[in-house]
């Protein structure tokens, strides 16, 4: 039996539903001659995307050339997805706006991670946390979204 696929072009709206129900993505960064594509969680709000990270070589990077390429997928299976990649700007948030995207995060990413059989601590997840206990940097970051398309296949 031959079940028919149909592929397509995600609406806005549809784009907007993966960027906010998922929560973790690509980010893809340029510089100095090298791609570098590396997996983040994510928490999605009013066009960007907020993401942490310690110190290293995706930080470099983005600070290097703030242009950034994002991408996150939804899979049911092989023949049932759903594929996001945006364009935007890397920000390095200090302060208030800092606080606000890790609470973004904190209250996104602690029900998924947190469950009856985890007993982390809630900061203990965080990279601030991990980064200082470590005596690292960690950074808050925003990638504002600029340009954004999608893709699907459904059975």
Not at 67 to 84: G, I, N, P
Not at 109 to 116: A, F, G, H, Q, R
Not at 130 to 146: F, M, P, Q, S
Request: a negative charge.
């Amino acid at each position: 039996m031959i079940v028919a696929t149909m592929l397509g072009q995600l609406s806005e709206d549809e784009i907007e539903d993966v960027l906010e129900r998922e929560f973790l993505g690509r980010i893809g960064c340029h510089a100095d001659d090298r791609t570098y594509v590396v997996p983040v969680t994510y928490v999605y709000e009013n066009g960007a995307v907020y993401g942490q990270s310690a110190e290293g070589l995706k930080l470099r990077m983005m600070r290097a050339n703030p242009h950034v390429c994002f991408e996150v997928d939804r899979m049911d299976d092989l023949a049932s997805w759903r594929s996001v990649i945006a364009w935007g700007r890397f920000e390095e948030l200090r302060g208030a706006h800092a606080d606000h995207g890790l609470a973004l995060l904190m209250a996104r990413l602690l029900p998924v991670v947190v469950t009856n059989e985890t007993s982390h601590p809630a900061k203990s997840l965080t990279h601030q946390y991990r980064a200082k206990e470590e005596g690292l940097a960690a950074v808050v970051y925003r990638i504002v979204l600029t340009e954004k398309t999608g893709r699907f296949e459904r059975r």
